[in-house]
């Protein structure tokens, strides 16, 4: 950005934002001269699972990225719900919206896929402001303040000349041929997972390895907190990434630096790396 | 069936089957002249998550499949594993395979789309023989039991003159717009889900409500063992299907009497239930 200031608003699609995470991250700018954040009050609303009604949501983050007055959204929480909300609050996004940056991962990736399908603004996977309360935490919400800044220095490591994507493995396969699926043909997807078996996994794999024939190729992110399972499964997830690309004629490209973790780096959608880095 | 004596093989195309729930099917077969099973030795074969490797579990259903010395094949349990052979296995299958029946459901659903899709013989959601296990485990092993002899005693109430399909939740996110997914179009899909959380399951709606346009109509089975989770989701089992199926313009139908218990009903595939009903 050339303005002196990065002006930053931050909603809640899914999961509602703890004050606590609100505040540490406010903290953690407050010497910061070049950045603002702005709260939505919806960040803190509650109804059932979710950070308020399907309405209270998709009005927030309409609001958000209609104001012309912000440069960027950043999504405080995964969680779950943004789907529900994303075809109807893409649809009802203006000009301001479209040379925004917006940060997001887990299940903000269906917002990041809505809005890089409808060609709106910069999506990209990031650390999210409730990633605070990780190890690492600061540095993985620092990652994501300077890529909504304009900064490049969170990027993951192998970003290069191919367009790129990044999901969270279970939303890239709730994606797969719905109406918020963008077209990842050409692309390097990045994909991790957390909490998932690795039996889960590998079902999950077989999903997405169809919809993704025409991919550049995949990177496979960090399997994180597979939970115990009664019988080991046989396969490693890098075994398990291998076979299915292998199947669907993906080219297997190796490791990501992304996952549920604070070591998280952020993958901008498209060929906004290429743009950026050269 | 006009032969006196149906003959069953059984193969176990995801997990493997325990020996004593074998032995308590042959038991409850032991006095009935006119069924004979028989257990292929892959059942209790084990190699890592599967009841043997890929290569054995393929070769097991398609010798099943196709030796004319059988009139059915039923599948031992669920698990997982069964899209990880379905597609190869499919395709080795000859003429004896077409005139069978099929039975399982859950991760079997894989195989039931796969025959479907190929026009191959009488597939049905319907019980399986580790099923046994359950309270009122004989009642549900014997609905099958009685399809597979070419009866209709145990077929889900509500089948009409519709062309009929049933799955798992998770199974048919999985199966949709893979190489395995058969035309549901015109059909009333019932889907049943078992220990996901509700969250997990609106988002299992999201995905296949989109898939099925087109559909007569969609009843949801059990929604069983649905975990704890730190919040109240705030809708139901049955407002989430009629939430996702307004959406999708498919008509919600009601409930369907299938689910992972001993209750679950048999659903052949198809206009097979009109067929034999009229």
Redesign the interface.
């Known amino acids: 950005m050339s303005t002196a200031k990065t002006r930053i608003a931050i909603c809640a699609p899914g999961k509602r934002l703890e004050q606590e995470h609100a505040d540490a991250v406010r903290e953690l700018v407050a010497d910061d001269a070049a950045i603002e954040l702005e709260f939505h009050p919806q960040c803190f609303a509650s ?4 950070a308020g009604t399907d309405a209270e949501r998709m009005g927030a983050l309409v609001e958000c990225a209609n104001d012309s007055g912000f440069d960027a959204v950043w999504f405080a929480n995964g969680g ?2 943004s ?2 909300i994303a075809a109807e609050a893409v649809a009802q996004l203006g000009a301001a919206a479209r040379s925004k940056r917006y940060v997001g991962y887990s299940d903000a990736g269906f917002l990041l896929a809505a809005l890089y399908r409808a060609g709106i603004g910069s999506p990209a996977h990031g650390p999210m402001v409730g990633d605070i309360r990780r190890e690492g935490g600061a540095e993985a919400v620092r990652r994501s303040l300077d890529f909504l800044s304009g900064g490049v220095g969170g990027f993951e490591p192998s970003l290069d000349g191919h367009p790129a994507a990044a999901f969270n493995l ?1 939303t890239l ?2 994606l ?4 918020l699926m963008p077209d990842l043909t050409r692309h390097v997807v990045m994909v991790e997972e957390v909490s998932e078996h ?3 996994v ?3 794999f ?2 997405i390895a ?2 993704l024939r025409g991919a550049a190729g995949l990177r496979l992110g960090r399997i994180g907190d597979v939970p115990e ?1 009664d ?5 490693t997830e890098e075994e398990i990434a291998r076979f299915w690309c292998e199947k669907a004629g993906i080219e297997y490209l190796g490791r990501a630096d992304i996952g549920h973790d604070g070591a998280n780096r952020v993958v901008p959608f498209g060929l906004a790396a290429r743009a950026r880095s050269q």
């Open positions: 109804h059932g699972h979710f779950y719900g789907n529900r279970m396969a709730m797969c041929g719905t109406d690795l039996y889960a590998d079902r999950l077989f999903h169809q919809h399972n019988r080991p499964f046989g396969m």
